[in-house]
Nanobody, 127 residues
Framework: QVQLAESGGGLVQTGGSLRLSCAAS????????MGWFRQAPGKEREFVSV????????LYADSVKGRFTISRDNANRTVYLQMNSLKPEDTAVYYC????????????????????WGQGTQVTVSS
């Protein structure tokens, strides 16, 4: 199992930016795709972005495409989510997650493919 810990959330005004970090420990971080998901009050958890284990490929939800950027630093076992041009509808608890399989070939947006989850970090965007 990999243990994950998110940080970097907070309160920001519309149009502002935040950078979320997810630090990993445990199993080999660099072998696993890493995803970001979010859950707003009263809503289901939804996919935000995923980055391949190599860092070469990324996938974004349409709602964040062009505003959010996912990246990873395998040497420091950390994945990042740079969030720009934030909107009130981005308000949610943000979670990072590690894919169930090492060396995965296809980026997945479905949370069922992710086995390890962090505790989440709150992002609040005021209008």
């Amino acid at each position: 199992q990999v243990q994950l810990a998110e940080s970097g959330g907070g309160l920001v005004q519309t149009g502002g930016s935040l950078r979320l970090s997810c630090a990993a420990s445990g199993r080999t971080f660099s072998s696993y795709d890493m995803g970001w998901f979010r859950q707003a009050p009263g809503k289901e958890r939804e996919f935000v972005s995923v980055i391949s284990w190599s860092g070469d490929s990324t996938l974004y939800a349409d709602s964040v495409k062009g505003r959010f950027t996912i990246s990873r630093d395998n040497a420091n076992r950390t994945v990042y989510l740079q969030m720009n041009s934030l909107k009130p509808e981005d308000t949610a608890v943000y979670y990072c997650a590690a894919h169930t399989m090492a060396w995965n070939a296809i980026l997945r947006a479905n949370a069922a493919f992710y086995a390890s989850w962090g505790q989440g970090t709150q992002v609040t965007v005021s209008s």
